[in-house]
């Protein structure tokens, strides 16, 4: 058994899916709707407000029988920074990754300036990460920092 | 530079800024030579622009390039709906270089990835403005010898103009020191004085104007522009705050040039037109020999008197 299972779990486990674990508790929603989980007829649990050695209080998601894609996973690191992303197959771990933000990364969020190209014509949003601790984004184009407080999923 | 497009400051290293200004030097010794005739410059202003279109067009002529373009979007297929992305790949087709200014930001950089031949931005909204800038550079050193070690001060809208934050940046590469001069509400943004922190250089801030003409060699006028106001009511409290006069000069440094990216309204009085320290008509003509360097250099072609 691993250790997931030894404890006691406040959110039942999984046979077959994801686990999105380490959400901070406030972006547990968030997480959701920029999934698109909302919509998605897989069983789905979730819990918030759980105690938490590392985040004090953590939020965790459990889609089962669905493995998230590159985007995807990019869109929880923007989302949630310092998730852990566990798979899951016959109530086994079988790969447990911390998600990371990457460096740059397209589409995704809105450049917060009304003034920017991509909220003019169809051009794709394009971002640096220019600080990774406080999530502050540079626009590619416009060059203008959409932060944190400002982001805006697509 | 060869088949690079120009579209942010930031985009060019110290070497690569002392390059285009020591190319610009050789056309202001010799302005007029027709090493372009073979090519073909595309000017497409999307919003109206005097001073930059014009000085644009001056430097190709001279160099014997034709021009092809529009000096407003409403005379071009961009009214019928045509996207950006679809009129750069097509005029790309037409030239062999695009200067293009746009008044939605980023729109440079968008051009750039979609077109074969180097684009120039000459302004893209509130964003960039990198031949502003180099022209700029090219009249400090022009007048004091060195871009190294100066004080600078700037004087005016510190907060929303983009030749004041693209200067800021670019004389971060040069040790300089800083004297910034506003009313409180046009103070220079603090994602810009940042990069003054980065550098670790020094910055001071004033309201009055006359705490800095005594102590600076280059003084940097600009225009408090109405249309960044939404409150009528501000404007009107802060459009008089700065205007130099001659006499405000009487015991500045004997080096001491007054630059203003022009046009001006009444901040610059015409009294000191006459001063010798005036310097900003002459800086717009060092615009042209700036965009001389920068088309040649983008094309690949050298001056004749290289």
């Given at each position: 058994m691993n250790k997931i299972t030894q404890k006691e779990l406040k959110v039942s486990a999984i046979e077959n899916g994801t686990v999105i674990d380490h959400i901070p508790s406030d972006k547990v929603f968030q997480v959701i709707r920029i999934l698109g989980l909302d919509k998605m007829l897989n069983q789905i649990t979730f819990g918030m407000n759980l105690e938490s050695k590392k985040l004090g209080k953590k939020g965790i998601i459990k889609v089962s029988n669905t493995y998230f894609e590159k985007d995807e996973i990019r869109k929880i690191s923007i989302a949630a920074p310092h998730a852990t992303l566990i798979i899951i197959k016959n109530f086994e771990v079988i790969e447990k990754k911390k998600i990371d933000l990457p460096d740059e990364f397209e589409g995704i969020v809105k450049c917060f300036?009304?003034?920017?190209i991509t909220n003019h014509q169809k051009v794709m949003q394009h971002f640096k990460v220019m600080d990774k601790e406080n999530l502050v984004l540079q626009c590619h184009y416009c060059e203008k920092f959409t932060k944190k407080e400002n982001i805006e999923f697509l | 530079m060869k088949n690079k497009s120009l579209i942010s400051i930031h985009d060019l290293s110290k070497e690569e800024i002392y390059e285009i200004l020591d190319l610009a030097e050789k056309f202001e010794q010799?302005?007029?030579?027709?090493?372009?005739?073979d090519y073909i410059v595309a000017t497409l202003f999307f919003e109206p622009s005097t001073r930059t279109r014009l000085s644009f067009e001056s430097a190709a002529n001279q160099l014997g390039a034709r021009i092809i373009g529009f000096s407003d979007a409403s005379n071009s297929s961009v009214q019928k709906g045509e996207s950006l992305k679809d009129t750069i790949m097509t005029v790309s087709l037409y030239s062999d270089i695009i200067v293009m200014r746009h008044p939605i930001e980023g729109s440079a950089r968008l051009a750039s990835e979609v077109s074969d031949v180097p684009i120039i931005n000459a302004g893209d909204g509130a964003n960039q403005h990198p031949t502003q800038c180099l022209l700029d550079l090219y009249s400090i050193r022009k007048t004091q010898g060195t871009l190294d070690n100066l004080n600078i001060a700037l004087v005016g809208?510190?907060?929303?103009g983009r030749t004041v934050h693209s200067l800021v940046e670019a004389m971060c590469k040069f040790n300089a020191t800083f004297h910034l001069v506003s009313p409180d509400i046009l103070k220079l943004p603090s994602s810009v004085k940042q990069h003054i922190k980065d550098a670790h250089l020094k910055y001071e801030q004033y309201t009055d104007l006359e705490d800095v003409t005594d102590k600076v060699d280059i003084l940097y006028m600009t225009r408090i522009q109405r249309?960044?106001?939404?409150?009528p009511m501000e404007y009107e409290r802060v459009k008089n705050a700065y205007i130099l006069h001659n006499n405000m000069l009487d015991n500045s440094k004997p080096n001491l040039r007054v630059l203003h990216p022009m046009p001006r309204v009444n901040e610059i009085n015409e009294d000191v037109d006459c001063n010798p320290k005036a310097y900003y008509f002459q800086q717009a003509l060092n615009g042209v020999y700036v965009r001389q360097a920068l088309l040649s250099n983008m094309l690949g072609v050298e001056p004749e008197n290289k």
């Amino acid at each position: 058994m691993n250790k997931i299972t030894q404890k006691e779990l406040k959110v039942s486990a999984i046979e077959n899916g994801t686990v999105i674990d380490h959400i901070p508790s406030d972006k547990v929603f968030q997480v959701i709707r920029i999934l698109g989980l909302d919509k998605m007829l897989n069983q789905i649990t979730f819990g918030m407000n759980l105690e938490s050695k590392k985040l004090g209080k953590k939020g965790i998601i459990k889609v089962s029988n669905t493995y998230f894609e590159k985007d995807e996973i990019r869109k929880i690191s923007i989302a949630a920074p310092h998730a852990t992303l566990i798979i899951i197959k016959n109530f086994e771990v079988i790969e447990k990754k911390k998600i990371d933000l990457p460096d740059e990364f397209e589409g995704i969020v809105k450049c917060f300036n009304p003034k920017c190209i991509t909220n003019h014509q169809k051009v794709m949003q394009h971002f640096k990460v220019m600080d990774k601790e406080n999530l502050v984004l540079q626009c590619h184009y416009c060059e203008k920092f959409t932060k944190k407080e400002n982001i805006e999923f697509l | 530079m060869k088949n690079k497009s120009l579209i942010s400051i930031h985009d060019l290293s110290k070497e690569e800024i002392y390059e285009i200004l020591d190319l610009a030097e050789k056309f202001e010794q010799k302005p007029k030579q027709r090493i372009l005739r073979d090519y073909i410059v595309a000017t497409l202003f999307f919003e109206p622009s005097t001073r930059t279109r014009l000085s644009f067009e001056s430097a190709a002529n001279q160099l014997g390039a034709r021009i092809i373009g529009f000096s407003d979007a409403s005379n071009s297929s961009v009214q019928k709906g045509e996207s950006l992305k679809d009129t750069i790949m097509t005029v790309s087709l037409y030239s062999d270089i695009i200067v293009m200014r746009h008044p939605i930001e980023g729109s440079a950089r968008l051009a750039s990835e979609v077109s074969d031949v180097p684009i120039i931005n000459a302004g893209d909204g509130a964003n960039q403005h990198p031949t502003q800038c180099l022209l700029d550079l090219y009249s400090i050193r022009k007048t004091q010898g060195t871009l190294d070690n100066l004080n600078i001060a700037l004087v005016g809208d510190l907060k929303y103009g983009r030749t004041v934050h693209s200067l800021v940046e670019a004389m971060c590469k040069f040790n300089a020191t800083f004297h910034l001069v506003s009313p409180d509400i046009l103070k220079l943004p603090s994602s810009v004085k940042q990069h003054i922190k980065d550098a670790h250089l020094k910055y001071e801030q004033y309201t009055d104007l006359e705490d800095v003409t005594d102590k600076v060699d280059i003084l940097y006028m600009t225009r408090i522009q109405r249309e960044r106001f939404s409150e009528p009511m501000e404007y009107e409290r802060v459009k008089n705050a700065y205007i130099l006069h001659n006499n405000m000069l009487d015991n500045s440094k004997p080096n001491l040039r007054v630059l203003h990216p022009m046009p001006r309204v009444n901040e610059i009085n015409e009294d000191v037109d006459c001063n010798p320290k005036a310097y900003y008509f002459q800086q717009a003509l060092n615009g042209v020999y700036v965009r001389q360097a920068l088309l040649s250099n983008m094309l690949g072609v050298e001056p004749e008197n290289k």
